[in-house]
């Protein structure tokens, strides 16, 4: 139905030497489906720097979304990991796929030094653990694309769409993936789906949180 309220859900295309990214295949398999009477509307973008803030900006103005979901891939995670905070730094490891690798810059400059996710993490947490589906909550969603995703989103949520709520989630690599990283940890196309669904579902039915332990000590 055309006047479903739109959940914006991205991913990312493949990056540094892969040829394939999970959250791009997350996002082409969830587009058009109807999850919580909300209309998924899927869109790809770039591993790159310089476009972030004009694409996210022209994708809320488009679809005006209740619930935004930005994907991404970890290597390295072996559980979908809920990121907490968005921080307002750029320290590239690698170049982004426009050969860009810029070094200790603010994201927006006078912004906040960080933004949290308005998602119920730790509800959805609790949702895929019941389901059999390894999630954590994180603290970094590291300090290249992904983090600038997350944080231009929650920048242009709090400041100019403040009737959205939005966040990042973290996937590990795919099998196909980790055949070629030994030892890397992987998760199935499905078990991703399955909670990838049950996140959004959860987050479209809390507005407010769980009040239980997630922190962590040193
Ligand atoms: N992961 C990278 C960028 C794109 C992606 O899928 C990151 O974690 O920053």
Same mark, same amino acid.
């Given at each position: 139905?055309?006047?479903?309220?739109?959940?914006?859900?991205?991913?990312?295309?493949?990056f540094?030497?892969?040829?394939?990214?999970?959250?791009?295949?997350?996002?082409?398999?969830?587009?058009?489906e109807?999850?919580?009477?909300?209309?998924?509307?899927?869109?790809?973008?770039?591993?790159?720097?310089?476009?972030t803030?004009?694409?996210?900006?022209?994708?809320?103005e488009?679809?005006?979304?209740?619930? =935004? &979901? /930005?994907?991404?891939? *970890?290597?390295?995670?072996?559980?979908i990991?809920?990121e907490? !905070?968005? #921080?307002? +730094?750029?320290?590239?490891?690698?170049a982004?796929?426009?050969?860009?690798?810029?070094?200790?810059?603010?994201?927006?400059?006078?912004?906040?030094?960080?933004?949290?996710?308005?998602?119920?993490?730790?509800?959805?947490?609790?949702?895929?653990?019941?389901?059999?589906?390894p999630?954590?909550?994180?603290?970094?969603?590291?300090?290249?694309?992904?983090?600038?995703?997350?944080? =231009? &989103? /929650?920048?242009?949520? *709090?400041?100019?769409?403040?009737?959205?709520?939005?966040?990042? !989630?973290? #996937?590990? +690599?795919?099998?196909?993936?980790?055949?070629?990283?030994?030892?890397?940890?992987s998760?199935?196309l499905?078990?991703?789906?399955?909670?990838?669904?049950?996140?959004?579902?959860?987050?479209?039915?809390?507005?407010?949180?769980?009040?239980v332990?997630?922190?962590?000590?040193?």
């Amino acid at each position: 139905m055309i006047d479903e309220p739109a959940i914006l859900l991205t991913g990312f295309e493949s990056f540094g030497g892969e040829r394939i990214n999970p959250s791009r295949e997350i996002v082409l398999a969830l587009d058009g489906e109807t999850i919580g009477a909300h209309r998924v509307v899927g869109a790809i973008l770039p591993v790159a720097f310089s476009p972030t803030h004009v694409l996210l900006e022209a994708l809320l103005e488009e679809h005006r979304p209740r619930l =935004v &979901l /930005a994907l991404g891939q *970890a290597g390295g995670r072996g559980e979908i990991s809920l990121e907490r !905070v968005a #921080v307002n +730094l750029i320290d590239a490891r690698i170049a982004d796929n426009d050969g860009l690798q810029p070094i200790d810059e603010a994201i927006v400059e006078g912004a906040p030094g960080a933004y949290f996710s308005t998602l119920p993490l730790k509800a959805m947490r609790a949702r895929l653990h019941d389901l059999g589906i390894p999630a954590a909550l994180s603290l970094s969603a590291g300090s290249y694309v992904c983090n600038q995703v997350f944080f =231009v &989103l /929650a920048h242009l949520l *709090a400041t100019r769409w403040p009737q959205a709520r939005g966040g990042f !989630v973290h #996937v590990p +690599l795919l099998p196909e993936q980790a055949v070629h990283h030994p030892g890397q940890p992987s998760m199935a196309l499905e078990t991703m789906l399955a909670g990838v669904r049950a996140a959004l579902e959860c987050a479209l039915a809390n507005g407010s949180d769980l009040r239980v332990a997630g922190g962590t000590t040193c």
